[in-house]
């Protein structure tokens, strides 16, 4: 059973910038994403990630947030750069092997002077 974790949460004034990971227990060779979920809204896929490198990114990240792999270390990572409040959420990396789907515990990110 893989197990995805997380780095911890953190608060961060707007326009500051976080790096989140998710670090797998053995080598992943599927697609890596981060999604998020603020409360009272659905969860919203962030980004993505293929084992050959190959990324997309949600529109209201655009720009802002990237998402690299270290497959040698089994880490994904999620650079937020000009956060705002509203990317104030808890954050979720998951992936899929073997036919199984595998969630990190998420970590809360806040943005807020």
């Known amino acids: 059973q893989v197990q995805l974790v997380e780095s911890g949460g953190d608060l961060v004034q707007p326009g500051g910038s976080l790096r989140r990971s998710c670090t797998a227990s053995e080598s992943i060779e599927n697609t890596v994403y981060w999604n998020r979920q603020a409360p009272g809204k659905q969860r919203e896929r962030v980004a993505s990630?293929?084992?050959?490198?190959?990324?997309t990114y949600a529109e209201s990240v655009k720009g802002r947030f990237t998402i690299s792999r270290d497959n040698a270390k089994n880490t994904v990572y999620l650079q937020m750069n000009t956060l705002q409040p509203e990317d104030t959420a808890t954050y979720y990396c998951?992936?899929?092997?073997?036919?199984?789907?595998?969630w990190g515990q998420g970590t809360q990110v806040t943005v807020s002077s």
């Open positions: 998951h992936t899929s092997k073997s036919g199984r789907l595998y």
């Open positions: 990630i293929t084992i050959e490198g190959t990324t």
